[in-house]
């Protein structure tokens, strides 16, 4: 039961709309497996579908401070568009006219803006923008076409827009969206496909370079909410973004990374972008690019773009389809209530065994998923409310079986011997506390003459001397594999055979009470047993089904038997005074030993039953004991 409340706990905490935990949870999980999957390996850019102009600190240093006139811009750009690309896209935000310049030309444009606009034209090319809350709508975009109305409710979206001049937007073939937003734990783990500004959809700037690279007129969103981009296919999801998989093995940054002053310097540069994608962008920390990623703490933004442009391309993308989130709902239940099942029906190392393989699966099973599903699945979600759930049963089930463990060894810790009471322990379903039945060897010892001896003794040296006979018969009861009953007044009861299987238990019983004889002779012959008058100890033995188990209430738990093997190993017990006997075995035993051990002594008639019975004893009692008949005692 407490397994159970803290699985629902953790399922309600987990499912509920919004919980804070469940997505950084998941892209935290997602991050650790995704790096697992194999990755393309690292080529030079003439095997890459992207590749990035980057204005690093050496091209600062080498042509100028940032920030450059858009002159110097259009000969990074005329440089580019020299070795014809499929598209070029500027990961740099252009908002204003040229600073460094003054106006040159109709409607206000100047020089350095002019000159940039006619390096754009010269290629198929994409400018970023900028989304603001106070900024304008803006011009119509590329189109973006619905097959049915679109369901995309966290979708980044602004009332406007911040773009490039409109002499710049002009010369391009399409605009793109630039910013990148963080996770609720920080790192940027995606690329808009799709913003909102204003009223009007409009495409992120890698969406944009593929578009163009494409030669599609137009963005379409399919009936199945999947995006469009000529021969590129994107499935957009709740959040119209793209999460963004480690497609690219360590060292493919470098290697599809061009230095912004090798390509100005050198036209044979330039001619390494023949028919690709290429994004200007700068990994230099002046021109504040520079976000944290799961693959660094600063990744440049164009590196980003890059990636969500190039797993487009190569069509390694995944998503999470709005059925997917009740699918791990329904996982994480099914997982649950199967770590229940284990903690309670299995040993804990089996059970922990168990439980670990099956959210083992589980996050292996979400892994596969990716590439070969195009799914996100969360890899540990599912499995920690399944663990939450598992570790309380299994802390529930520990704290049920101590109380059990504490319960046996209060019951048999005085009556068994240690080992058997750690065997106890160690397996309490070994015994059938509630009752069961049982073949016994039952055991009845009684004191001669005790009655007399109390009236004469000190009650001191009295309660010394049971003390010491009580540890002896207890010790030679539980050396022999027997089970002490109980002490009632004088006389030990002993059971074999319960509470768990022994071997040859009526052998064991004879062989016990010829050793109790023994120890009482010596205590006899002691000083104190000497001085008290102890006497001699007889002992009758019987063998027979019985019910054995735990009684007495819930304030004191009294481990016996009942049956007839019981009262009959009793009125035995009571018969040696009229055999002269030291020990009396019933018929009961007396069939299940060899006949070579044992020597019959007479005939009874218990109290209670009415056919006589054989008794036996010891052999090597036999010569000190009368064979006759006798009546019922």
Same mark, same amino acid.
């Given at each position: 039961?407490?397994?159970?409340?803290?699985?629902?706990?953790l399922m309600a905490v987990w499912a509920w709309p919004g919980s804070p935990a469940r997505a950084p949870l998941r892209e935290r999980a997602l991050d650790v497996v995704l790096a697992w999957l194999p990755r393309p390996p690292a080529t030079d850019t003439g095997g890459t579908r992207v590749v990035i102009v980057d204005i690093d600190r050496a091209t600062l240093d080498r042509v100028g401070p940032w920030p450059w006139p858009r002159a110097?811009?259009?000969?990074?750009?005329?440089?580019?568009?020299?070795?014809?690309?499929?598209?070029?896209?500027?990961?740099?935000?252009?908002?204003?006219?040229?600073?460094?310049?003054?106006?040159?030309?109709?409607?206000?444009?100047?020089?350095?803006?002019?000159? =940039?606009?006619?390096?754009?034209?010269?290629?198929?090319?994409?400018?970023?923008?900028?989304?603001?809350?106070?900024?304008?709508?803006?011009?119509?975009?590329?189109?973006?076409?619905?097959?049915?109305?679109?369901?995309?409710?966290?979708?980044?979206?602004?009332?406007?827009?911040?773009?490039?001049?409109?002499?710049?937007?002009?010369?391009?073939q399409g605009l793109g969206a630039l910013p990148l937003a963080g996770d609720r734990d920080g790192p940027i783990r995606r690329v808009p496909l799709l913003v909102l500004a204003g009223d009007a959809l409009r495409p992120g700037l890698a969406v944009e370079a593929v578009r163009v690279a494409q030669q599609a007129g137009s963005l379409l969103v399919d009936a199945d909410e999947r995006l469009q981009a000529g021969a590129i296919t994107v499935?957009?999801?709740?959040?119209?973004?793209?999460?963004?998989?480690?497609?690219?093995?360590?060292?493919?940054?470098?290697?599809?990374?061009?230095?912004?002053?090798?390509?100005?310097?050198?036209?044979?540069?330039?001619?390494? $972008?023949?028919?690709?994608?290429?994004?200007?962008?700068?990994?230099?920390?002046?021109?504040?690019?520079?976000?944290?990623?799961?693959?660094?703490?600063?990744?440049?933004?164009?590196?980003?773009?890059?990636? #969500?442009?190039?797993?487009?391309?190569?069509?390694?993308? #995944?998503?999470?389809?709005?059925?997917?989130?009740?699918?791990?709902?329904?996982?994480?239940?099914?997982?649950?209530?199967?770590?229940?099942?284990?903690?309670?029906?299995?040993?804990?190392?089996?059970?922990?065994?168990?439980?670990?393989?099956?959210?083992?699966?589980?996050?292996?099973?979400?892994?596969? #998923?990716?590439?070969? =599903?195009?799914?996100?699945?969360?890899?540990?979600?599912?499995?920690?409310?399944?663990?939450?759930?598992?570790?309380?049963?299994?802390?529930?089930?520990?704290?049920?079986?101590?109380?059990?463990?504490?319960?046996?060894?209060?019951?048999?810790?005085?009556?068994?011997?240690?080992?058997?009471?750690?065997?106890?322990?160690?397996?309490?379903?070994? $015994?059938?506390?509630?009752?069961?039945?049982?073949?016994? +060897?039952?055991?009845?010892?009684?004191?001669?003459?005790?009655?007399?001896?109390?009236?004469?003794?000190?009650?001191?040296?009295?309660?010394?001397?049971?003390?010491?006979?009580?540890?002896?018969?207890?010790?030679?009861? +539980?050396?022999?594999?027997?089970?002490?009953?109980?002490?009632?007044?004088?006389?030990?009861?002993?059971?074999?055979?319960?509470?768990?299987?022994?071997?040859?238990?009526?052998?064991?019983?004879?062989?016990?009470?010829?050793?109790?004889?023994?120890?009482?002779?010596?205590?006899?012959?002691?000083?104190?047993?000497?001085?008290?008058?102890?006497?001699?100890?007889?002992?009758?033995?019987?063998?027979?089904?019985?019910?054995?188990?735990?009684?007495?209430?819930?304030?004191?738990?009294?481990?016996?038997?009942?049956?007839? #093997?019981?009262?009959?190993?009793?009125? =035995?017990?009571?018969?040696?005074?009229?055999?002269?006997?030291?020990?009396?075995?019933?018929?009961?035993?007396?069939?299940?030993?060899?006949?070579?051990?044992?020597?019959?002594?007479?005939?009874?008639?218990?109290?209670?039953?009415?056919?006589?019975?054989?008794?036996?004893?010891?052999?090597?009692?036999?010569?000190?004991?009368?064979?006759?008949?006798?009546?019922?005692?």
């Amino acid at each position: 039961m407490a397994g159970l409340a803290v699985l629902a706990l953790l399922m309600a905490v987990w499912a509920w709309p919004g919980s804070p935990a469940r997505a950084p949870l998941r892209e935290r999980a997602l991050d650790v497996v995704l790096a697992w999957l194999p990755r393309p390996p690292a080529t030079d850019t003439g095997g890459t579908r992207v590749v990035i102009v980057d204005i690093d600190r050496a091209t600062l240093d080498r042509v100028g401070p940032w920030p450059w006139p858009r002159a110097r811009l259009a000969d990074l750009v005329d440089a580019v568009a020299a070795g014809k690309p499929a598209a070029l896209a500027l990961d740099i935000l252009l908002a204003g006219p040229d600073r460094f310049s003054s106006p040159a030309g109709p409607g206000g444009a100047n020089a350095g803006d002019l000159r =940039l606009a006619a390096a754009l034209a010269a290629a198929p090319s994409v400018l970023g923008f900028g989304l603001d809350e106070s900024g304008p709508a803006g011009p119509p975009g590329v189109p973006v076409l619905l097959a049915a109305p679109l369901s995309v409710p966290a979708i980044w979206r602004a009332a406007g827009l911040a773009e490039p001049p409109a002499v710049l937007a002009a010369a391009t073939q399409g605009l793109g969206a630039l910013p990148l937003a963080g996770d609720r734990d920080g790192p940027i783990r995606r690329v808009p496909l799709l913003v909102l500004a204003g009223d009007a959809l409009r495409p992120g700037l890698a969406v944009e370079a593929v578009r163009v690279a494409q030669q599609a007129g137009s963005l379409l969103v399919d009936a199945d909410e999947r995006l469009q981009a000529g021969a590129i296919t994107v499935p957009l999801g709740p959040d119209a973004a793209l999460r963004l998989l480690p497609q690219s093995a360590p060292g493919a940054w470098e290697a599809r990374t061009l230095p912004a002053w090798r390509v100005l310097g050198d036209p044979a540069e330039a001619s390494r $972008v023949a028919g690709r994608i290429v994004l200007i962008g700068s990994s230099a920390p002046e021109l504040g690019g520079l976000r944290a990623t799961p693959a660094a703490r600063l990744t440049p933004s164009v590196q980003i773009q890059a990636e #969500a442009a190039d797993a487009m391309l190569r069509g390694a993308t #995944a998503w999470r389809p709005g059925w997917l989130g009740p699918a791990e709902d329904a996982a994480a239940v099914l997982l649950g209530l199967l770590g229940l099942a284990l903690a309670l029906g299995l040993r804990p190392w089996p059970a922990m065994a168990g439980m670990g393989a099956a959210c083992v699966l589980w996050t292996g099973g979400a892994a596969a #998923a990716v590439p070969t =599903l195009a799914l996100l699945p969360d890899p540990a979600g599912p499995p920690l409310i399944a663990l939450g759930g598992f570790v309380a049963a299994l802390l529930a089930r520990f704290a049920r079986d101590e109380l059990a463990a504490r319960r046996l060894r209060a019951s048999f810790e005085q009556h068994l011997a240690p080992g058997v009471v750690a065997r106890l322990v160690a397996d309490p379903r070994a $015994v059938r506390l509630q009752g069961e039945t049982r073949e016994i +060897t039952a055991l009845f010892t009684d004191i001669e003459g005790f009655t007399a001896m109390t009236e004469r003794a000190d009650p001191a040296e009295l309660v010394a001397l049971l003390d010491r006979y009580f540890d002896m018969a207890a010790r030679v009861v +539980t050396e022999h594999g027997g089970m002490v009953g109980k002490f009632v007044g004088d006389a030990v009861q002993g059971i074999f055979n319960a509470p768990l299987d022994l071997p040859d238990h009526p052998r064991r019983a004879v062989a016990c009470a010829l050793a109790l004889l023994r120890e009482t002779e010596a205590l006899r012959g002691s000083d104190l047993g000497r001085r008290l008058g102890l006497g001699r100890t007889r002992i009758g033995i019987e063998t027979g089904p019985a019910i054995v188990g735990d009684v007495g209430g819930s304030r004191k738990l009294d481990y016996t038997a009942y049956g007839n #093997a019981m009262n009959t190993a009793a009125r =035995l017990e009571e018969a040696n005074k009229r055999l002269g006997s030291s020990i009396c075995i019933g018929p009961g035993t007396a069939a299940l030993l060899d006949p070579e051990t044992v020597r019959e002594i007479g005939t009874l008639t218990l109290r209670g039953q009415s056919q006589e019975i054989r008794v036996v004893t010891p052999a090597a009692l036999a010569a000190a004991t009368p064979g006759a008949s006798a009546p019922p005692p």
